[in-house]
């Protein structure tokens, strides 16, 4: 056998012989092993991300009626996905105009940090976003995304913004709630009301026999109180059936059947009011829903059963809201976790 090949061989044998260039391939191989495990237990930042921290959506419909959505801060395409099971869907209706608002909410009984929307989400079953149509003016816009980028808070619907808009609004929020998440109720909140998640929760949570339920305060209204169908007012009484029952517009929820049945609706069937809560009313006396009045969600004081708290009937909300809001929150009738059975 060659010399030189035999010594070269068992060069490596005698060189691991030495105690110092042990210890360093001892390291080496240590750190290597290690670094790998974190490689492979680790979870990749981005993915997760803008699949568990980021919150806010952008939603648009397609001609099909279909929805689409982006996650706003990563731009992740989710429309498709299966949707989130949820107890029930809270989508608090705002404006450009009320950023005050937002600010008394998360002050109050909407948590500003993700971590506690995120528990308040889990104890109640219930998921909170803030809904925003869009708006041509790009200070807004800038000023919209820069709130976003703090709280992570919101429904962004690819809708014009704008009280007059306010049926079709409600309308793209139903749909594109229902896209997103399996409730088994959806609920249109303002802005305006101060709001007992807990016994919201516990409200919605009843067993119920009828699939078709309207839930809300309920009024008797009119569709002639719309400014478009004034010159029909003199039949109305020849009618004697113009006066419908309909839910007060600060709050109010539809089943999940409900909300099926008016996602299934072809484009531009339903016929739209100047008022939304009226809007609401017509589209449900087609459906022939059940109408269950509660009293707790029209509450002018808080109490011990109260779920919602706003001026009926001097404001449609609360009358100065930015600090009611933050006055109603320092009492312990209307803070306290003690939920009414």
Not at 8 to 28: D, E
Not at 226 to 248: N, Q
Not at 311 to 335: F, N, R, T, V, Y
Request: hydrophobic share 40%; net charge positive; charged share 25%.
């Amino acid at each position: 056998m060659n010399r030189k090949v035999f010594q070269h061989r068992h060069s490596w044998f005698f060189c691991f012989r030495r105690p110092a260039v042990s210890l360093f391939c001892l390291a080496l191989g240590v750190f290597g092993i290690a670094f790998g495990a974190i490689g492979v237990f680790r979870p990749i930042s981005g993915y997760r991300c803008r699949e568990f921290d980021v919150r806010t959506v952008s939603v648009s419909l397609t001609t099909s009626g279909n929805v689409v959505a982006d996650r706003d801060s990563g731009g992740q395409v989710v429309g498709g996905t299966e949707r989130r099971k949820v107890m029930g869907f809270v989508g608090i209706q705002t404006g450009f105009a009320s950023a005050g608002r937002r600010r008394s909410l998360r002050k109050t009984w909407m948590p500003a940090d993700r971590e506690g929307l995120k528990r308040l989400e889990e104890a109640t079953g219930l998921t909170f976003r803030f809904v925003i149509g869009k708006t041509s003016d790009p200070r807004k816009m800038s000023d919209l995304r820069k709130e976003i980028e703090e709280y992570d808070d919101f429904m962004l619907l690819d809708i014009e913004e704008g009280y007059n808009n306010l049926p079709h609004k409600t309308l793209a929020f139903f749909t594109s709630a229902y896209g997103l998440y399996d409730a088994d109720f959806y609920v249109k909140a303002d802005d305006d009301i101060y709001l007992r998640p807990d016994r919201l929760s516990a409200l919605l949570a009843k067993e119920r026999s009828h699939p078709l339920t309207y839930l809300g305060c309920m009024k008797r209204g009119s569709v002639f109180t719309d400014p478009k169908l004034k010159w029909y007012e003199p039949l109305s009484h020849l009618l004697g059936s113009e006066y419908f029952l309909h839910a007060y517009g600060p709050i109010y929820a539809l089943s999940a059947k409900v909300v099926a049945n008016l996602v299934a609706l072809p484009n531009n069937s339903l016929r739209m009011f100047s008022n939304e809560d009226v809007t609401v009313g017509a589209w449900m006396l087609a459906m022939n829903v059940n109408h269950e009045h509660n009293m707790a969600l029209c509450q002018t004081t808080c109490s011990s059963s109260s779920i919602a708290v706003w001026d009926l009937p001097k404001c449609s909300g609360l009358c100065s809201p930015e600090e009611q809001l933050l006055a109603l929150h320092q009492m312990d009738i209307c803070s306290g976790a003690q939920t009414a059975r």
